[in-house]
């Protein structure tokens, strides 16, 4: 199973680097492709098996690059082949149309793995 997004499965000159490539596809072509920021928290329905009584932030990814198509992305040298085939399983959806099957492989967002850095050392 990859993690969407994954903040630690790839490494780029010994930094990790963040990429989110399978779900909110709406999100994801709305970004900004360097500078953007998503804050990511637990869908509501999973509030109660967490005993989460509100909002809470699991992850902050800062956009550095986007990668247009799949097929690009699939051929990046910056991701582990355990990254990329775990990537290839999950990316179906079986209720996605085909539209949506053609957008879900289109704007992998690749984080800025300094802001992972600044996170790091504000809480030291």
């Known amino acids: 199973m990859v993690p969407d997004p994954d903040f630690i499965s790839n490494l780029d000159n010994g930094r990790p680097l963040p990429v989110w490539s399978i779900c909110a596809i709406e999100h994801r072509h709305h970004l900004l492709s360097r500078g953007g920021m998503v804050f990511f928290v637990p869908v509501r329905s999973r509030w109660s098996e967490t005993k989460l009584d509100r909002y809470i932030c699991t992850g ?3 956009s550095k690059e986007k990668i247009a198509r799949s ?8 991701f582990t082949k355990q990254y990329l085939e775990g990537y290839r399983i999950e990316l179906p959806h079986r209720k996605d149309t085909p539209e949506r099957a053609t957008l879900r492989k289109r704007n992998i967002v690749i984080g800025d793995s300094r802001a992972i850095d600044l996170v790091r050392q504000k809480r030291n």
Request: glycine share 0%; hydrophobic share 45%; aromatic share 10%.
């Open 60 to 62: 902050i990814l800062v």
């Open 71 to 78: 097929e690009d992305f699939v051929e990046d040298q910056r």
